[in-house]
């Protein structure tokens, strides 16, 4: 089985072999070549000691980016290449870095260190493929399964547990029975785990295609970290509208929704404070005012949590907010909702209400969709064909009041405001003329009351 490598990749691997050392590509890279991929990074292993690799290629810049733990990086053409020494590994007692890294010149000591069998093979040209724990079959079959005993593997570093998740629903893989039932036994683990370290894995797995499974599957695992989840559980929400529980439903529309992590982040925390805010009229059936706005600031507490991004959690929360205004394809209305949200926004909470909306009962479900199609239609009509609807697209400006005589901010803000809403309504066409002519009608009624 052939690789092609590249040159840099290679002029690496033949440096090394020159100054008589292994060297491999290995891990994520060779795994991706071998499922027809283009790796984003090329990681390299091999028999000389960081102190050697930095020595042969000592023309070249390098960088000590985890000399400890046997890794260098080589810079070439601007691009880090990370070498790392053939090491077995001591205990890990922060469940991330292992207390001791013993340097080795044996290749399968440094694969069986290795978290999944897919991840633990390596190539050069004149091996070929090395595969010393059935990861080319793990492959074929598409099965995430741990090198070794897997609960030896997830106590040595808990994020693991979160990786075999991402990787099943990347990969559209199934999880080993011995991987998986070591993942829910060892999920408190990931209570040590950095918050960074979680972020980062979470929404590559909410943007996998397989992330419905594995959310259903593993939810145990995710209530973790986002222990608010727990609520919605088996939540019957008691309602015509709806066929499934809260969290079922919440599953279903993150796999209704582009694999986008905004999106994926806002359908997975979109219905979470339903659970708090049930209310039951008199013929018991369950409603859920509010929802959105407690929702939302459930949410902005659980990613502040995870330390994700402040612009981040600012949308996410924005569209949970507005998740359950009811759009209709009103040119006026969406004009004004255009003026307050912007296009981008708008275009989200509708592709938000879809698959929301395809989460839920076959209850009137057509003509919802073909409401939501409708709204959709008519924001890309308005927007494609340059329509007015924000203030920054009117004819005139707070330039042209000042110069007006209007010389106060909230004066300004209130006329330009008003000569919006006539040119969204309609009365007004947007024409500068017609504008200044009306702003000057406004501010006389203004200066006579």
Known sequence: MRIILPQNVKMIIERLRSAGHDCYAVGGCVRDCLRGLEPHDWDLTTSATPDETQAIFSDLKTVDIGKRYGT???????????????????????????????????????????????????????????????????LKNGVIRCVGE????????????LRALRFASVLGFSIEPETSRAILKLRDRLKEIAPERIQTELLKLLCGDNAGFILRRYRTVIAVFIPELVGTFDFDQN??????????????????????????MTMLLHDIGKPLTETKDRKGV?????????????????????????????????????????????????????????????????????????????????EKLSNNTAVTDELNRITESGECYDLRMLAVNGSDLIHMGVGSGKMIGDILGELLEKVITGELNNDREALLEEAQSILQTKSDD
């Open 239 to 264: 309602n015509k509208h709806h066929n499934r529980d809260v969290y079922r439903h919440i599953v279903a529309s993150v796999q209704n929704i582009d694999p986008d992590p905004v999106l994926r």
């Open 286 to 366: 369950s409603h859920y005012h509010n929802h959105p706005t407690v929702g939302a600031a459930m949410s902005a507490e659980i990613l502040k949590r995870l330390r994700y991004p402040a612009a981040f959690t600012s949308e996410v929360c924005t569209l949970i907010t507005n998740h359950d205004i009811r759009f209709k394809p009103d040119t006026v209305a969406l004009k004004r909702y255009l003026s307050v949200f912007g296009v981008e926004c708008m275009l989200k909470l509708c592709k938000i209400q879809r698959a929301d909306l395809l989460a839920q009962s076959m209850y009137k479900r057509e």
């Open 72 to 138: 260098v990086a080589v810079i070439i053409d601007g691009k880090p290449y990370e070498i790392t020494t053939y090491r077995s590994d001591g205990d890990y007692s922060d469940s991330r870095h292992p207390d001791e890294v013993i340097f080795t010149g044996d290749l399968r000591d440094d694969l069986s260190r290795r978290d999944f069998t897919v991840n633990a093979m390596a190539y050069n040209d004149e091996k070929g493929l090395i595969d010393c724990f059935g990861g080319i079959d793990d």
């Open 150 to 161: 897997p609960d030896k593997r997830f106590t040595e570093d808990a994020l693991r547990i």
